[in-house]
């Protein structure tokens, strides 16, 4: 029987919330980057998209990994503050 089912106020060691906050830093941090990248290095965008190859790829990664890195980010901040609740309740 695991710690949670044995005690359902208590919270597990490993409950995924350090996972969430590195993978959603990290993924967040990616899509930053290739938009640092896009903006600076690979000649930026107008209203009708990247200007080269490398730039629409560096847009792709961006506008994928900034707002699910975030959702992420979010989810792992959020559970860090439960169980930061939880704890002190103890």
Request: glycine share 14%; charged share 10%; with cysteine.
């Given at each position: 029987?695991?710690?949670r ?77 439960h ?8």
């Amino acid at each position: 029987m695991s710690e949670r089912t044995a005690n359902p106020g208590t919270t597990s060691a490993d409950d995924g919330t350090r996972q969430l906050l590195r993978w959603g830093a990290s993924i967040l941090g990616a899509g930053v980057a290739a938009a640092v990248a896009l903006q600076t290095l690979l000649g930026g965008f107008s209203s009708t998209g990247a200007s080269t190859n490398t730039g629409w790829f560096a847009l792709i990664v961006a506008l994928m990994c900034i707002p699910f890195g975030g959702m992420l980010l979010t989810l792992g901040v959020a559970k860090w503050f439960h169980n930061r609740k939880i704890a002190r309740q103890r």
